[in-house]
């Protein structure tokens, strides 16, 4: 009995073990993938509950105006509009992390790698989609108030970019992230896909169909069988849910009714006719690459921002993470410019384009970039939490090619441009980071960004320091929008207080009309409840508004909420008084220009490729000179 009890206290302990040490996600072929166009797809470790957060939060890197900076009238905007075109394939917009309030005009575009950039889209099997919440309320990891270091806009101060179940994942299956209803109206047909929804029918329909052939076995022959069975599916299915979808229907089920036991089997007509949506963990430990191995958190290096550590531990010489890469043939399409304001001749749109040629500056991108000095190329690294990784001459890790069948090494013998052609507009080559020690669980990942990178560094912060002193760059950094909305997590707003100029407050408001007072006061105002949506998320970016506090009020406990003033864009010479809005609901956020990465004393370097890595070839094109130029 005791040895039975020990065996079973045992098994318990590693079960919890190993479940705690499961690999979470991975990044395998999507099911939507094709010869024609092959994409990654992120694939669950392990099953999600709706509204549970998968995976952790991502870095956001804003870039700014990138399609006005290519359109340069030279002979290389055709090569740069196309690397802008490309890359916005991958990338968002800003909403999800605060970043649409960067620039008052003009277009900002968001990187966000992992779930990001390499979640695959179906919009009838949508089964996620981003929190806001979490990159809003994002914990101040290492943002050390009024410093003025080097590393000031050196690094994204925009992260917690997750994203969490919309519905029940199970394990196994593929996540498709939500591009918004504009991206499913304009790439989807209603009338002839099948929703979630319409599969459950389905399958309630064919355990009804299979009872009813089990029922009367004995009385049907197999040619009777198969008349009731196509007039089931064919007749029936379209006058009940439509021709153009009974149609789809009839073309998922199998051809006779025997093989109806095998769809519910697999587990519905879903997995029946999509058979790689969901995987079993077998095939996505041989065929795929685990996401989860680092989470972010404050890094250990000092005005480094944020840092990547270990989930579990890590044997030298394993994979640490995937790192599939967004090709860019042409590093000057990270160049910016001045940009100015012009207007189409025809109907008036106003659209934005570079003044001149003269480069003022470069995207914060480039620092996240991976390049080589004797390349005019760049590589975007989109695996999940690898730009957290910071820069160590003493690395536990390194950058190596992946040997995943789907990474293309024969594109190291392709010309850059060649790159962007029509076949070759995918994601097809893929390094991973690599454990060049044993790694423990919670130690910080360090990977070496190269000589030429510290030279830059060691140089910048001397510049820095005699910058500070010049009184070029300010010896107390101003305050942030982060450092207020930390600030207030602990103590009450005060009504008509005054902020930095360089910040603003914003409210998220969901209302409704207030059933003891009256909608209307005394000064003609609009009296709203502050109140939490019914079926969407309240924290959502389209809840946010410019708002200013009114009043305040105690509620007990430490709790204050407060009733703000709201004007509506449409008519700003009224306003809304909203009553009851909870100090959650009220933020801080910078106003456009003014976060760290506008700073014009900013790093700007990329990460280095090793050279005994980058491979030899038409990408080292630096000092290469064409043979007609010459001529």
Same mark, same amino acid.
């Given at each position: 009995?005791?040895?039975?009890?020990?065996?079973?206290?045992?098994? @318990?302990?590693?079960?919890?073990?190993?479940?705690?040490?499961?690999?979470?996600?991975?990044?395998?072929?999507?099911?939507?993938?094709?010869?024609?166009?092959?994409?990654?797809?992120?694939?669950?470790?392990?099953?999600?509950? !709706?509204?549970?957060?998968?995976?952790?939060?991502?870095?956001?890197?804003?870039?700014?105006?990138?399609?006005?900076?290519?359109?340069?009238?030279?002979?290389?905007?055709?090569?740069?509009?196309?690397?802008?075109?490309?890359?916005?394939?991958?990338?968002?917009?800003?909403?999800?992390?605060?970043?649409?309030?960067?620039?008052?005009?003009?277009?900002?575009?968001?990187?966000?790698?992992?779930?990001?950039?390499?979640?695959?889209?179906?919009?009838?099997?949508?089964?996620?989609?981003?929190?806001?919440?979490?990159?809003? &309320?994002?914990?101040?990891?290492?943002?050390?108030?009024?410093?003025?270091?080097?590393?000031?806009?050196?690094?994204?101060?925009?992260?917690?970019?997750?994203?969490?179940?919309?519905?029940?994942?199970?394990?196994?299956?593929?996540?498709?992230?939500?591009?918004?209803?504009?991206?499913?109206?304009?790439?989807?047909?209603?009338?002839?896909?099948?929703?979630?929804?319409?599969?459950?029918?389905?399958?309630?329909?064919?355990?009804?169909? %299979?009872? &009813?052939?089990?029922?009367?076995?004995?009385?049907?022959?197999?040619?009777? !069988?198969?008349?009731?069975?196509?007039?089931?599916?064919?007749?029936?299915?379209?006058?009940?849910?439509?021709?153009?979808?009974?149609?789809?229907?009839?073309?998922?089920?199998?051809?006779?009714?025997?093989?109806?036991?095998?769809?519910?089997?697999?587990?519905? %007509?879903?997995?029946?006719?999509?058979?790689?949506?969901?995987?079993?963990?077998?095939?996505?430990?041989? =065929?795929?690459? $685990?996401?989860?191995?680092?989470?972010?958190?404050?890094?250990?290096?000092?005005?480094?921002?944020?840092?990547?550590?270990?989930?579990?531990?890590?044997?030298?010489?394993?994979?640490?993470?995937?790192?599939?890469?967004?090709?860019?043939?042409?590093?000057?399409?990270?160049?910016?410019?001045?940009?100015?304001?012009?207007?189409?001749? @025809?109907?008036?749109?106003?659209?934005? %384009?570079?003044?001149?040629?003269?480069?003022?500056?470069?995207?914060?991108?480039?620092?996240? $970039?991976?390049?080589?000095?004797?390349?005019?190329?760049?590589?975007?690294?989109?695996?999940?939490?690898?730009?957290?990784?910071? =820069?160590?001459?003493?690395? @536990?890790?390194?950058?190596?090619?992946?040997?995943?069948?789907? =990474?293309?090494?024969?594109?190291?013998?392709?010309?850059?441009?060649?790159?962007?052609?029509?076949? @070759?507009?995918?994601?097809?080559?893929?390094?991973?980071?690599?454990?060049?020690?044993?790694?423990?669980?919670?130690?910080?990942?360090?990977?070496?960004?190269?000589?030429?990178?510290?030279?830059?560094?060691?140089?910048?912060?001397?510049?820095?320091?005699?910058?500070?002193?010049?009184?070029?760059?300010?010896?107390?950094?101003?305050?942030?929008?982060?450092?207020?909305?930390?600030?207030?997590?602990?103590?009450?707003?005060?009504?008509?207080?005054?902020?930095?100029?360089?910040?603003?407050? !914003?409210?998220?408001?969901?209302?409704?009309?207030?059933?003891?007072?009256?909608?209307?006061?005394?000064?003609?105002?609009?009296?709203?409840?502050?109140?939490?949506?019914?079926?969407?998320?309240?924290?959502?970016?389209?809840?946010?508004?410019?708002?200013?506090?009114?009043?305040?009020?105690?509620?007990?406990?430490?709790?204050?909420?407060?009733?703000?003033?709201?004007?509506?864009?449409?008519?700003?010479?009224?306003?809304?008084?909203?009553?009851?809005?909870?100090?959650?609901?009220?933020? &801080?956020?910078?106003?456009?220009?003014?976060?760290?990465?506008?700073?014009?004393?900013?790093?700007? =370097?990329?990460?280095?490729?090793?050279?005994?890595? &980058?491979?030899?070839?038409?990408?080292?094109?630096?000092?290469?000179?064409?043979?007609?130029?010459?001529?």
């Amino acid at each position: 009995l005791c040895l039975l009890l020990v065996a079973a206290l045992t098994s @318990n302990f590693s079960a919890g073990a190993e479940e705690e040490n499961q690999c979470g996600l991975y990044l395998a072929t999507s099911s939507t993938s094709t010869a024609d166009e092959p994409k990654w797809g992120i694939f669950a470790g392990k099953s999600y509950s !709706k509204q549970s957060r998968i995976g952790f939060g991502d870095i956001a890197i804003h870039t700014h105006q990138m399609e006005a900076n290519a359109l340069s009238g030279q002979d290389d905007e055709d090569l740069l509009m196309s690397i802008v075109d490309f890359f916005e394939n991958f990338i968002w917009v800003p909403h999800p992390v605060g970043g649409q309030f960067e620039l008052d005009e003009g277009k900002v575009v968001t990187a966000i790698p992992g779930g990001g950039t390499l979640s695959c889209f179906n919009a009838k099997l949508t089964n996620a989609d981003w929190n806001h919440s979490a990159a809003y &309320f994002r914990e101040p990891w290492n943002e050390e108030k009024g410093v003025s270091h080097p590393g000031r806009g050196a690094y994204s101060t925009f992260y917690e970019a997750s994203i969490h179940a919309t519905d029940e994942i199970e394990e196994g299956m593929e996540i498709f992230i939500s591009y918004g209803e504009n991206y499913v109206n304009e790439n989807s047909d209603d009338n002839e896909e099948l929703s979630k929804e319409d599969m459950k029918k389905v399958d309630m329909t064919v355990n009804k169909i %299979v009872e &009813f052939f089990e029922k009367h076995e004995d009385e049907l022959d197999e040619e009777s !069988k198969n008349e009731i069975y196509q007039f089931l599916i064919r007749d029936v299915m379209q006058a009940a849910a439509g021709e153009s979808k009974g149609k789809v229907i009839s073309e998922v089920l199998p051809d006779t009714p025997d093989e109806l036991r095998t769809v519910i089997a697999s587990g519905g %007509v879903l997995d029946y006719s999509q058979p790689s949506l969901v995987r079993s963990t077998e095939w996505l430990q041989k =065929h795929g690459r $685990c996401m989860d191995n680092i989470r972010p958190g404050p890094s250990t290096i000092p005005h480094a921002g944020r840092g990547a550590f270990a989930t579990r531990k890590i044997a030298s010489g394993a994979v640490v993470a995937p790192v599939p890469l967004i090709q860019i043939p042409d590093e000057d399409v990270l160049n910016m410019y001045d940009i100015r304001v012009e207007y189409d001749e @025809n109907d008036g749109t106003e659209f934005h %384009v570079r003044n001149g040629n003269e480069v003022f500056g470069h995207q914060l991108l480039l620092n996240y $970039c991976y390049g080589h000095p004797q390349s005019h190329m760049l590589f975007y690294p989109a695996g999940a939490g690898i730009s957290f990784i910071n =820069h160590s001459k003493k690395p @536990n890790a390194k950058l190596a090619w992946s040997k995943h069948p789907n =990474h293309h090494s024969h594109w190291f013998q392709l010309e850059p441009d060649e790159l962007l052609d029509e076949n @070759n507009r995918y994601l097809g080559l893929m390094m991973e980071v690599v454990a060049t020690k044993n790694i423990a669980e919670g130690d910080e990942i360090f990977i070496d960004y190269g000589d030429l990178w510290q030279e830059a560094w060691d140089e910048h912060k001397k510049e820095w320091e005699k910058l500070k002193k010049r009184g070029v760059v300010p010896k107390r950094w101003p305050t942030r929008a982060a450092d207020l909305n930390a600030e207030f997590k602990t103590k009450p707003y005060k009504v008509g207080a005054i902020y930095p100029e360089n910040v603003q407050m !914003k409210c998220f408001l969901v209302i409704s009309k207030p059933v003891d007072e009256e909608p209307i006061n005394a000064d003609g105002d609009k009296v709203r409840i502050w109140t939490y949506h019914k079926t969407k998320e309240t924290f959502d970016s389209s809840n946010l508004f410019d708002c200013t506090l009114v009043d305040r009020q105690d509620v007990g406990g430490g709790t204050f909420e407060y009733s703000v003033s709201w004007r509506s864009i449409n008519d700003p010479s009224k306003q809304t008084i909203v009553k009851k809005v909870p100090q959650k609901a009220v933020i &801080f956020v910078d106003k456009p220009h003014t976060s760290d990465q506008f700073s014009p004393e900013a790093f700007r =370097h990329y990460i280095q490729i090793p050279d005994d890595v &980058f491979p030899e070839g038409p990408w080292r094109d630096v000092g290469v000179v064409e043979e007609e130029d010459e001529d």
